[in-house]
Protein backbone atom coordinates (compact mmCIF):
# COMPACT_ATOMS: atom_id res chain seq x y z
CA UNK A 1 0.00 0.00 0.00
CA UNK A 2 0.92 3.93 -0.83
CA UNK A 3 2.33 5.81 2.33
CA UNK A 4 3.09 9.40 2.29
CA UNK A 5 5.67 10.92 4.86
CA UNK A 6 6.20 14.26 5.84
CA UNK A 7 8.97 15.96 8.24
CA UNK A 8 9.24 17.45 10.49
CA UNK A 9 5.87 17.33 12.04
CA UNK A 10 5.90 21.03 13.79
CA UNK A 11 8.65 24.12 12.84
CA UNK A 12 9.07 26.98 14.79
CA UNK A 13 10.86 29.35 13.04
CA UNK A 14 12.05 33.28 13.20
CA UNK A 15 11.16 35.82 9.97
CA UNK A 16 13.71 35.74 7.87
CA UNK A 17 14.89 32.24 8.32
CA UNK A 18 15.45 29.26 5.64
CA UNK A 19 12.59 26.92 5.41
CA UNK A 20 12.75 22.96 3.95
CA UNK A 21 10.27 20.88 4.42
CA UNK A 22 10.09 17.38 2.96
CA UNK A 23 7.97 15.05 1.88
CA UNK A 24 8.07 11.50 0.38
CA UNK A 25 5.96 8.50 -0.88
CA UNK A 26 6.16 4.79 -0.77
CA UNK A 27 4.37 2.00 -2.45
CA UNK A 28 4.14 3.93 -6.12
CA UNK A 29 6.32 5.06 -8.80
CA UNK A 30 5.91 8.66 -10.97
CA UNK A 31 3.04 9.94 -8.90
CA UNK A 32 1.88 13.32 -9.01
CA UNK A 33 2.99 15.11 -6.14
CA UNK A 34 1.14 18.85 -4.66
CA UNK A 35 1.51 21.08 -1.81
CA UNK A 36 -1.00 22.74 -0.04
CA UNK A 37 -0.88 25.54 2.52
CA UNK A 38 -4.12 25.61 5.20
CA UNK A 39 -3.99 28.99 6.51
CA UNK A 40 -6.24 31.17 9.24
CA UNK A 41 -8.59 33.07 7.02
CA UNK A 42 -7.53 31.86 3.58
CA UNK A 43 -8.57 28.49 3.82
CA UNK A 44 -6.76 25.43 1.72
CA UNK A 45 -4.68 26.55 -1.02
CA UNK A 46 -2.56 24.36 -3.41
CA UNK A 47 0.60 25.93 -3.74
CA UNK A 48 2.76 23.59 -6.18
CA UNK A 49 1.88 20.59 -8.21
CA UNK A 50 4.27 17.87 -9.93
CA UNK A 51 3.93 15.51 -12.65
CA UNK A 52 7.94 14.38 -12.66
CA UNK A 53 11.34 15.11 -11.14
CA UNK A 54 12.07 18.23 -11.83
CA UNK A 55 8.88 19.15 -12.96
CA UNK A 56 7.71 21.90 -10.61
CA UNK A 57 4.28 23.80 -11.41
CA UNK A 58 3.24 27.21 -9.41
CA UNK A 59 -0.20 28.33 -8.42
CA UNK A 60 0.20 31.38 -6.95
CA UNK A 61 2.73 33.97 -6.50
CA UNK A 62 4.69 33.55 -3.18
CA UNK A 63 8.17 33.63 -1.02
CA UNK A 64 7.93 29.57 -1.27
CA UNK A 65 9.53 27.61 -4.17
CA UNK A 66 9.31 23.54 -4.85
CA UNK A 67 11.59 21.12 -6.31
CA UNK A 68 11.44 16.92 -6.83
CA UNK A 69 14.66 15.78 -7.16
CA UNK A 70 13.94 12.14 -6.71
CA UNK A 71 10.55 10.38 -8.42
CA UNK A 72 9.04 10.19 -4.92
CA UNK A 73 10.23 13.34 -2.88
CA UNK A 74 8.96 16.61 -2.83
CA UNK A 75 10.57 19.22 -1.18
CA UNK A 76 9.27 22.93 0.01
CA UNK A 77 11.69 25.70 0.87
CA UNK A 78 12.04 29.81 1.45
CA UNK A 79 15.22 31.55 1.75
CA UNK A 80 13.76 34.03 3.92
CA UNK A 81 10.27 33.02 5.91
CA UNK A 82 7.56 35.75 6.52
CA UNK A 83 5.08 35.60 9.19
CA UNK A 84 2.30 35.16 6.27
CA UNK A 85 4.12 31.94 5.71
CA UNK A 86 2.50 30.43 8.49
CA UNK A 87 0.74 27.61 8.29
CA UNK A 88 -0.22 24.09 8.10
CA UNK A 89 2.09 22.83 4.96
CA UNK A 90 0.04 18.91 3.31
CA UNK A 91 1.54 16.78 0.98
CA UNK A 92 -0.46 15.32 -1.14
CA UNK A 93 -0.35 12.56 -4.36
CA UNK A 94 -2.86 11.31 -6.55
CA UNK A 95 -3.63 8.44 -8.82
CA UNK A 96 -6.37 8.48 -11.40
CA UNK A 97 -9.37 8.78 -9.53
CA UNK A 98 -8.32 9.88 -6.03
CA UNK A 99 -5.68 12.31 -3.96
CA UNK A 100 -4.35 11.57 -0.20
CA UNK A 101 -2.86 13.72 1.93
CA UNK A 102 0.27 13.37 4.40
CA UNK A 103 -0.06 14.11 8.13
CA UNK A 104 1.22 17.91 7.41
CA UNK A 105 3.64 20.18 9.32
CA UNK A 106 2.53 22.66 11.72
CA UNK A 107 4.78 25.78 10.44
CA UNK A 108 4.64 28.96 12.96
CA UNK A 109 6.94 31.72 11.65
CA UNK A 110 7.41 34.10 15.03
CA UNK B 1 -11.33 30.80 -12.18
CA UNK B 2 -12.98 27.53 -10.59
CA UNK B 3 -14.72 28.48 -7.35
CA UNK B 4 -16.34 26.15 -4.77
CA UNK B 5 -18.77 27.25 -2.14
CA UNK B 6 -19.71 25.48 0.89
CA UNK B 7 -22.61 25.89 3.35
CA UNK B 8 -23.53 26.01 5.73
CA UNK B 9 -20.14 26.74 7.03
CA UNK B 10 -21.00 26.20 10.88
CA UNK B 11 -23.39 23.93 11.85
CA UNK B 12 -24.59 21.95 15.47
CA UNK B 13 -26.64 19.51 15.64
CA UNK B 14 -28.28 16.80 18.02
CA UNK B 15 -27.79 13.43 17.71
CA UNK B 16 -29.83 11.17 15.75
CA UNK B 17 -30.63 13.91 13.38
CA UNK B 18 -30.29 14.17 9.87
CA UNK B 19 -29.03 16.81 7.95
CA UNK B 20 -27.07 17.92 4.26
CA UNK B 21 -24.22 20.04 3.49
CA UNK B 22 -23.81 21.53 0.25
CA UNK B 23 -21.21 22.26 -2.09
CA UNK B 24 -21.48 24.36 -5.49
CA UNK B 25 -19.00 24.77 -7.37
CA UNK B 26 -18.57 27.23 -10.91
CA UNK B 27 -16.83 25.60 -13.78
CA UNK B 28 -17.52 22.12 -15.24
CA UNK B 29 -15.46 19.28 -13.59
CA UNK B 30 -15.17 15.74 -13.75
CA UNK B 31 -14.63 15.39 -10.04
CA UNK B 32 -15.78 16.25 -6.87
CA UNK B 33 -13.99 14.91 -3.68
CA UNK B 34 -15.29 14.90 -0.09
CA UNK B 35 -12.61 15.15 3.14
CA UNK B 36 -12.98 14.93 6.68
CA UNK B 37 -10.63 17.07 8.77
CA UNK B 38 -10.28 16.28 12.43
CA UNK B 39 -8.82 19.04 15.12
CA UNK B 40 -5.01 19.41 14.39
CA UNK B 41 -4.85 16.66 11.69
CA UNK B 42 -4.36 16.24 7.95
CA UNK B 43 -7.44 15.45 5.57
CA UNK B 44 -8.68 12.01 5.30
CA UNK B 45 -9.85 10.64 2.11
CA UNK B 46 -14.24 10.14 2.74
CA UNK B 47 -15.67 9.65 -0.89
CA UNK B 48 -14.57 10.70 -4.58
CA UNK B 49 -17.68 11.65 -7.04
CA UNK B 50 -17.00 10.41 -10.75
CA UNK B 51 -19.95 11.19 -12.87
CA UNK B 52 -22.78 12.82 -12.77
CA UNK B 53 -25.23 11.23 -10.86
CA UNK B 54 -22.88 9.44 -8.78
CA UNK B 55 -24.00 8.44 -5.03
CA UNK B 56 -21.64 7.13 -2.63
CA UNK B 57 -22.31 5.70 1.40
CA UNK B 58 -20.25 4.35 3.64
CA UNK B 59 -21.61 4.26 7.14
CA UNK B 60 -23.83 7.33 8.13
CA UNK B 61 -22.81 9.43 5.37
CA UNK B 62 -23.91 9.65 1.35
CA UNK B 63 -22.38 12.05 -0.94
CA UNK B 64 -24.14 12.47 -4.22
CA UNK B 65 -23.11 14.74 -7.09
CA UNK B 66 -25.33 16.40 -10.06
CA UNK B 67 -22.65 18.03 -12.48
CA UNK B 68 -25.41 19.68 -14.11
CA UNK B 69 -26.35 21.85 -11.54
CA UNK B 70 -22.72 21.88 -10.16
CA UNK B 71 -23.78 20.60 -6.77
CA UNK B 72 -22.54 18.16 -4.58
CA UNK B 73 -24.25 17.14 -1.18
CA UNK B 74 -23.02 15.08 1.49
CA UNK B 75 -25.88 13.99 3.84
CA UNK B 76 -25.54 12.79 7.63
CA UNK B 77 -28.33 10.17 8.75
CA UNK B 78 -29.17 10.19 12.50
CA UNK B 79 -25.49 12.03 13.28
CA UNK B 80 -23.72 10.50 16.17
CA UNK B 81 -21.20 12.54 18.33
CA UNK B 82 -17.80 10.77 16.50
CA UNK B 83 -18.86 12.59 13.26
CA UNK B 84 -18.05 15.84 14.75
CA UNK B 85 -15.12 17.41 12.63
CA UNK B 86 -14.82 19.89 9.59
CA UNK B 87 -15.75 18.55 6.29
CA UNK B 88 -14.23 19.83 2.71
CA UNK B 89 -15.23 19.35 -0.32
CA UNK B 90 -13.07 19.83 -3.09
CA UNK B 91 -13.12 20.15 -6.80
CA UNK B 92 -10.49 19.17 -9.29
CA UNK B 93 -9.17 21.97 -11.60
CA UNK B 94 -8.67 20.08 -14.95
CA UNK B 95 -4.96 21.12 -16.24
CA UNK B 96 -4.29 21.01 -19.94
CA UNK B 97 -1.07 19.54 -19.38
CA UNK B 98 -1.90 16.38 -19.24
CA UNK B 99 -0.76 16.18 -15.76
CA UNK B 100 -1.29 16.67 -12.34
CA UNK B 101 -5.03 18.38 -11.62
CA UNK B 102 -4.85 20.48 -8.04
CA UNK B 103 -7.96 20.75 -6.28
CA UNK B 104 -9.71 23.58 -5.44
CA UNK B 105 -11.37 23.50 -2.03
CA UNK B 106 -14.34 25.03 -0.05
CA UNK B 107 -14.38 26.83 2.88
CA UNK B 108 -14.89 23.78 5.61
CA UNK B 109 -18.27 22.95 7.37
CA UNK B 110 -17.48 22.89 10.89
CA UNK B 111 -20.07 20.15 11.87
CA UNK B 112 -20.70 20.03 15.99
CA UNK B 113 -22.54 16.84 16.99
CA UNK B 114 -24.10 17.31 20.74
CA UNK B 115 -25.12 14.25 22.86
Known amino acids: SQTIHQWPATLVQPVGSPLSLECTVEGTSNPNLYWYRQAAGRGLQLLFYSVGIGQISSEVPQNLSASRPQDRQFILSSKKLLLSDSGFYLC?????????FGPGTRLTVL | ELKVEQNPLFLSMQEGKNYTIYCNYSTTSDRLYWYRQDPGKSLESLFV?????AVKQEGRLMASLDTKARLSTLHITAAVHDLSATYFC???????????????FGKGTHLIIQP
Open chain 1, 92 to 100: AWSTWDEQF
Open chain 2, 90 to 104: AVESRKDTGGADGLT
Open chain 2, 49 to 53: LLSNG
